[in-house]
């Protein structure tokens, strides 16, 4: 038997409902907020995630899915969504239209990574991208729609965690100071962080070995080394989210994963659900599309993991929807009552109202099981009297009580009684 490939994972039809919903708040969160759905593919030049997310970041370095096409050209599954939209972005040229551009997705997205609880080679982002604006209120209006989302999940146990890493200015003299602080111990740190420590010291903070978190503890912070205007952003971000009322911890060793980041960086944090407790990760990334060669654009943005939203969700107990079932099962008795069982499924159809007939050719009794096992609200029985009389059986399946209701009155009847 051939298995599903490792790290990836179905969602069954009895699940799915549980990502409808979330994809819906996802949805209608961002178009709250004038967000408007964004689609590019699901691969692309490999160059553009090296340029786009950072050739030093772990996700270039191990974890694509790179492969040549039968063109010979490399191409790789999108390991986020933020290059995509910024390339999108650019050749749409959309810095020439109205701006700020603001576009939301909701994607699959690909990481070779070691499997494990809400770590997956397959996983699902829902983002925001908002380009054009270098205003603090665009970084808060971004987070207060993460905020919002999490809310409308029905998360309470979810912290807000911020942080700002300053501008190319600032962080130059913060590196310099990093360096000095790690140089001593560089011998007891992982090979990543040996690299790291000449690329881009800061990303040592974001290490996850025990060995190395032992000295990021103590290690030199960024938010001492702000310049006036950075510093003067940043206080003005915490500002509005005050004024919004959403709740936040500063944590200094917030560096986020991605090379592009500057000023405000944060994080959606949990411990409801185990080990990988970042639900919603993002910040500013104002010299994005300067990387990508094009004039700079400022922009903020997150990306949440659909997977760990929903295990926080299940661990936290928040209240889930049910799936909803048919308003209607048709049973039919013989050959000629299932034929017009039919007929009047297409024609509840037709009008919206959602049915089902046997297709299994099983007895009246075999039919009401399955209508019942499959949450129907009402089942509509016919046999040769009902034929006669051009009426069904209906019986209300939560209450047990049956009424005959005319054939050309069943549309009307279940519409006016199927929502509850
Ligand atoms: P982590 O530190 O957990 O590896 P990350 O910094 O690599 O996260 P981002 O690139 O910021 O993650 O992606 C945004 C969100 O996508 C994360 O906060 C997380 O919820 C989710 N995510 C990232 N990688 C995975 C994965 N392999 N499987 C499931 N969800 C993931
Ligand atoms: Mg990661």
Redesign the pocket.
Known sequence: MIQIPK?TKDVLPSQVHKWQFVEKTARETAELFAFREIRTPVFEHTELFARGVGDTT??VTK?MYTFLDKGNRSVTLK??GTAGVARSFIENGMAGGVLPAKMYYLIP?F?Y?R?QA????E???F?VELYGAADPAADAETITLADLFLKKLGLKQVRLELNSIGCKHCRAKYNEALKEYFRPHLAEMCPDCNARFEKNPMRII?C?EEGCRRFTAGAPRMLDYLCDDCKAHFEEVKALLARAGVAYEINPSIV???DYYSRTVF??VTSAAGA???????GRYDSLIEQMGEKPVPAVG????????LMVMEAEGAPMPEPSGTVCYLAGMDGASRAKAFELATMLRAKGIACECDLMGRSVKAQFKYADKSGAKFVAVIGGSELEEGAVSLKNMATSSSEKVAFADLADYLSSNGAN
């Open positions: 790290g772990d996700i974890e390991p986020e997205a990481r990574e499997p809400g770590r997956l080679r996983f699902h982002q983002g974001d996850k986020r994963g991605l994080e959606f990988q407790g970042t639900v919603c990760g993002g997150f990306a949440a993991g659909m997977e760990r939203l």
